[in-house]
């Protein structure tokens, strides 16, 4: 049987449903650290009509080949939880930074290693990338310790860049090379 490039256990990666998808994901934005990767400004929760219009911009990039973007869905009932974004992509370096936002606290856990696998699987098998690379804040110990899990090393520190909750913190750069990976 093949292996699915779009699914995992427990999660699928699937288009956007650009009717309903902004619907749910205005909700999810009220976790403000999901929030947050969806702008870099004032970090706060998201109306449908913001995020309908992100969708369209998101849209017209992947239709330029500059980003690759999947909602991502729980494989039993459909409920969307987050994102999964390639972006930055240089197609003659085959390089992209990837974008993990999962915005349901109650599958982080589970989703992020699950998510990591599959997005590395996606990039370097289907996409021919050769370097896959993520940003970090370093408050997210969740999403930094499955980074490391899933090979990805430490290469750049970007020194109190992020102001969150009172307090500068640090942005870490991870990459992980193909040959790294397999």
Not at 22 to 49: C, E, H, M
Not at 98 to 120: N, R, T, Y
Request: with cysteine.
């Amino acid at each position: 049987m093949e292996k699915s490039l779009f699914e995992t256990q427990d999660y699928q990666l699937t288009e956007i449903d650009i009717e309903n998808d902004p619907k749910v994901d205005s909700v999810l934005t009220n976790n403000l650290n999901y929030a947050r990767l969806w702008s870099q400004g004032l970090i706060k929760p998201l109306s449908d009509f913001q995020l309908s219009k992100i969708y369209e911009k998101i849209e017209k990039k992947v239709d330029a080949g500059h980003v690759i973007h999947f909602a991502v869905r729980e494989k039993t009932g459909g409920q969307l939880i987050g994102f999964v974004q390639f972006n930055q992509i240089l197609w003659n370096h085959g390089v992209a930074r990837l974008k993990i936002g999962v915005g349901d606290e109650h599958h982080l856990e589970s989703a992020l290693p699950q998510l990591l696998s599959l997005c590395l699987e996606y990039a370097f098998h289907e996409l021919n990338m050769y370097r896959l690379e993520i940003d970090v804040p370093a408050y997210d110990v969740n999403l930094s310790q499955a980074v490391t899990q899933a090979g990805f090393k430490k290469e750049v520190t970007n020194r109190e860049v992020i102001y969150h909750l009172g307090k500068y913190w640090d942005e870490i750069g991870y990459g992980i090379l193909k040959p790294e990976w397999q």
